[in-house]
């Protein structure tokens, strides 16, 4: 069975400071990898994916993720956050052709402005 | 843009009681959905995928008897709480996946619908 692990709980940063949360999976074979991400009060929104081809993946919001086989890990890095990046950000895997997803746990970002 | 609704947004019941959520996509049709559920501080764990006009079929560790879910059509799904205990309170949130290629929806892509927060006493 497939694993997510989000290492960071709950990161705290000043607006402009650069993000990157980690992700790893666990799983032998061809994964598509995905990031969400849920803004207080809303529904979870995809904020970028990985599928095939180029490993480094540009999201929206200036978001991007980079696909690295060899670690298992999907971290999601953006160079400058704003205060409206505020948010709750989730990891997560299907087994190529499937559509079921396994999420991680989830890591919670404040931005203080 | 591709939109799914949930219904209601929360429910308070009596514990014993059943309770329906509903799921819907609201401009696009979907041939799979998914219900999830969160505890605090948890991640969302898949419990059953719905493929219109079959059966759920439920993760492991899920009563079928329990959580009944019912895809009658390509836009609606409803999971319904059978005896509702206060373990049973949690945040229940679905998704749906497009069938067909339509502006601002792709069809590899599940799109939630904002939670249904189920209390039960």
């Known amino acids: 069975a497939q694993s997510v692990s989000q290492h960071n709980h709950h990161v705290i940063l000043s607006e402009a400071a650069s993000l990157e949360l980690g992700c790893n999976y666990s799983y032998g074979g061809t994964v598509n990898l995905f990031w969400y991400v849920q803004y207080p009060g809303q529904h979870l929104q995809l904020l970028l994916k990985?599928?095939?081809?180029?490993?480094l993946v540009k999201g929206i919001k200036g978001f991007e993720a980079e696909f690295i086989k060899s670690k298992f890990s999907f971290n999601l890095r953006k160079p400058s956050v704003q205060w409206s990046d505020t948010a709750e950000y989730f990891c997560a895997v299907t087994e190529a052709g499937s559509y079921q997803l396994t999420f991680g746990k989830g890591t919670k970002l404040s931005v203080i402005p | 843009g591709a939109v799914v609704s949930q219904h209601p947004s929360w429910v308070i019941c009596k514990s014993g009681t059943s309770v329906k959520i509903e799921c819907r996509s609201l401009?696009?049709?979907?041939?799979?959905m998914f219900w999830y559920r969160q505890f605090p501080k948890q991640s969302l764990m898949l419990m059953a995928t719905s493929n219109e006009g079959s059966k759920a079929t439920y993760e492991q560790g899920v009563e079928k008897d329990k959580f009944l879910i019912n895809h009658a059509s390509l836009t609606l799904s409803t999971l319904t709480v059978t005896s509702a205990h206060p373990e049973d309170s949690s945040f229940y949130i679905c998704?749906?996946?497009?069938?067909?290629?339509?502006?601002?929806?792709?069809?590899?892509?599940?799109?939630f619908g904002p939670g249904t927060r189920l209390t039960v006493l």
């Open positions: 998704s749906a996946r497009g069938s067909e290629l339509l502006a601002g929806v792709k069809p590899d892509t599940q799109y």
């Open positions: 990985y599928f095939s081809g180029d490993p």
């Open positions: 401009d696009f049709q979907a041939t799979t």
